[in-house]
């Protein structure tokens, strides 16, 4: 069998010889929700806060960690913030 090798100019004829296709409407379907996107940020940023609170509070307050979770702990910290000199 043989090939037919084609050289540029001819591979270019052909190329206009051929009917153009219409161009397709590309559809972007997401595998995650935009909604759920912003919901899994807006947890994600709680979940650090959190966990740097405690991390906070716990190591570098010599505090119990889990006493962050405590609404007392942030009255009191309020309290301290706003306190008049």
């Keep these: ?3 037919k090798v084609l050289l540029r100019e001819d591979h270019k004829q052909l190329q206009l010889q051929e009917p153009k296709e219409e161009p397709r409407i590309k559809i972007r379907i997401r595998l995650v929700p935009i909604w759920l996107r912003i919901i899994a940020v807006i ?4 979940l650090a806060f959190t966990i740097g609170s405690m991390i906070g509070y716990g190591v570098l307050g010599d505090g119990n960690p889990t006493d962050v979770l405590q609404k007392s702990t942030w ?3 309020t309290d301290l913030v706003n306190k008049d000199n």
């Design 75 to 77: 009255t009191s910290i």
């Design 43 to 46: 947890a994600f940023v709680m």
């Design 1 to 3: 069998m043989e090939e």
